[in-house]
């Protein structure tokens, strides 16, 4: 192209990106003929695209971020001043927000204590991993090096987090990975049937007690971590029967496991709580987070730990590894911290928590009777504002629906301005749990109108 480059010309920046943009996670040839999608504008719980059409977003941004909504002035207002104050400086010296953000989000966390800037939730999730790794050295002569990850679970792009993911059909052709990476079954009671021996009863603790078969089967002497998602986001929306957690924190402590709690799309409000593992009553050694942090108006992401496993890197310091020698350059951004700062007051001050809880059982609702409805939804499930619709051809063999179907389903809601996701959830893979993560400001009427295009959307598609 060549000319001023407008940014008001909208049919201008749809050529510039269908000429050089590498859109995340999706299939480019179809832009060879239709136009890519640009969200120009956020407000609220509303976006904008090119074509001025208005959306309402179901989806937080698409992958569960946006928590506190569009267009905060007062977020964008703290990171204009923390900028004009000191944009950056490497995190081996502190800073004003950093600081302040890690005092108020440790009063969030009883047990934790020291938090670790990073600026992706994968990018968290490989230092936890490190930690892990530097600890088996420090105190088990180089053993305890393996790290237990869980079917289903999603920790991340880069290869140590893809050497812990346990959703092959997104990891099939991007390895060797990483070793000493081992999987524990999946904990879904709604497709308990795919697992061999597992019961009608008590299928939470049998669940984790397949955990504690892995761990002796490895040998004890060999696993050093446990890392799982509270509520599972990407893999399906599947949360943990009755009985799972309280058996995993007695196994990790039985074993010395180091327990590793995947918060990057629960934390930060979206389920109801602070965080998602706070609903089970478990002690976390390792606690990582991203999306929700600062509700996407900074990059920044944390790694939170205790006290104890800060200890173990205080050695003697003529030991070159006595230390956790580990960097994240963009770990020493202040607007991150400054964002989080804000967007933490505002969770507070507007009780988005609350909020969260309420529309979520609601959205539940309503969810629960377009099941009654529709004879296609198999499975409802979720927690807070992080909910799952799951469509079966069949009811009683659970067959996942075509995934063009449910993709249809989606496409359909887009036509009535409101957006939803679609994930994965079944083996063999296929896409067929409608998704849904509204900001947490969302009110009844939003989520009527979100259930509602849905109710239209699956009698359009299935009849
Ligand atoms: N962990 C979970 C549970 C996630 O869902 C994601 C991303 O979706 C990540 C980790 C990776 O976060 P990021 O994309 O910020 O690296």
Redesign the pocket.
Known sequence: MDGTFNENDLSRVVEADRAHIWHHLIQHKPFETNDPRIIVEGKGMRVWDQKGKEHLDAVSGG??TVNVGYGRESICKAVYDQLMKLCYFANSAGSIPGAIFAEQLIDKMPGMSRVYYTN????A?EKAFKMVRQIAHKKYGGKKTKILYRDR??????LA?MSAGGQDERTAQYGPFAPDFVRVPHCMEYRKHELDGAPEENFGEWAADQIEQVILREGPDTVGALCL?PVT??GGVIEAPEGYWQRVQEICKKYDVLLHI?E??CGVGRTGTWFGYQQYGIKPDFV?M??GVASGYAAI?CMVTTEEVFDMFKDDASDPMSYFRDISTFGGCTAGPAAAIENMRIIEDENLLGNCAAMGDRMMGNLQALMEKHKVIGDVRGKGLFLGAELVADRTSKEPVDEKLAQAVVADCMNQGVIIGVTNRSIPSRNNTLCFSPALIATADDIDQITDAVDGALGRVFG
């Open positions: 992958v569960w992706s939730g994968s990018e999730n679970d999603y920790h991340g792009s880069t987090t998602e986001a990407g995947d990057v799309v990582t991203a999306k992401a």
